[in-house]
């Protein structure tokens, strides 16, 4: 049977270059299709004006992962790639193995930029845990970056009543905006302790998040607190600048709790990768800019210059 095929491949497609009729009988073809999940149909469908042709499918590919002799990690699909014990090294960009293999672990929910952020996740989830944020508690959070904006997160996903986020910069203000808070707080115009105790009716707040390395963070959560409060201190402070005037009085007779928080346990990870595939931790927001690692330096300055939550460089 004689088979003519008008488009060959995407190569010759990309570059407005096709097959003319009666230039060959049987042309090769091997394209991936990323949002039906088929190969070829879909290119071939695109020429509305190629005239007839016929596929005929010859092969069938088999995706599989190599792994160490008796399988030591106990690896048995795509979402155990997301571990914070495993190791994965995938195919060079653009082989058609990679672009197979990258579809299958977006559908299992393993994206390599969400791996990429689940270690910070990670470090607030734990945080939140030994804080104990719940239904009903009023949190503040200092500070807006990548750091604040997860606790947003997770705070709402934990049943907290209302959320108050508060920089000094206007600007990573407004980047934490598509996170919701019920309340911004621009520190650069008003009193942080004041406009809490204002938003609160006079209580203060039941938990509040140190998400900046800034030292006088410490001192305002202390006077904000309500009694019993609870205080994350998650941003570590400065080596020359890390003893704070904090009023030890405020902590004693207002039975303050203050928790230093740091890392994480396995379980946090893997609870992180949960929500970032399940998109209960919004991916989309949180990463704000997805460069090519050449671009490294071009983002890293971004970055230093605030204008960026998180970055993810590809290779």
């Not at 393993?110 to 009023?138: F, H, K, M, W, Y």
């Not at 503040?140 to 934990?158: D, E, K, Q, T, Y």
């Not at 019920?182 to 203060?204: C, Y």
């Not at 938990?207 to 609870?230: F, L, S, W």
């Amino acid at each position: 049977m004689v088979v003519q095929v008008v488009q060959a491949s995407r190569c010759l497609f990309l570059n407005d270059q096709r097959l003319q009729p009666d230039s060959a009988d049987a042309a090769a073809i091997h394209l991936f299709d990323e949002e039906t999940g088929t190969y070829n149909v879909p290119f071939l469908e695109q020429c509305d004006d190629c005239g007839p042709m016929m596929l005929i499918n010859l092969f069938s590919r088999d995706l599989g992962l190599m792994v160490a002799p008796g399988n030591p990690l106990g690896i048995q699909g795509l979402a155990d790639l997301a571990r914070p014990d495993v190791r994965f090294i995938n195919r060079q960009v653009g082989s058609g193995t990679r672009v197979l293999l990258d579809y299958h672990l977006r559908k299992a929910g393993v994206d390599p930029g969400n791996a990429a952020i689940a270690e910070p996740i990670s470090s607030c989830l734990n945080a939140q845990e030994r804080g104990r944020v719940g239904l009903g508690d009023t949190v503040v959070i200092i500070g807006s970056g990548p750091i604040g904006c997860i606790h947003i997160a997770l705070a709402r996903l934990h049943g907290a009543d209302r959320i108050i986020i508060a920089d000094i910069n206007a600007e990573r203000l407004k980047m934490a905006e598509p996170f919701a808070p019920d309340a911004t707080v621009d520190v650069s115009k008003v009193d942080l302790v004041s406009e809490v105790r204002r938003l609160t009716n006079g209580r203060g707040a039941d938990v509040i998040v140190t998400a900046t390395p800034a030292p006088t963070a410490v001192v305002q959560a202390v006077e904000m607190a309500r009694k019993g409060g609870r205080i994350l201190l998650f941003g570590g402070l400065p080596k020359d600048d890390c003893k704070p005037p904090v009023d030890m009085n405020i902590v004693h007779y207002n039975a303050l709790f203050l928790i230093g928080t740091t890392t994480f346990a396995p379980r946090h990870y893997r609870l992180a990768v949960q929500l970032t595939a399940s998109n209960r931790i919004p991916v989309d927001k949180l990463i704000t800019h997805r460069m090519p690692l050449a671009d490294f330096k071009a983002g890293a300055m971004m970055a230093l210059e605030g204008k960026v939550l998180k970055a993810v460089f590809v290779p």
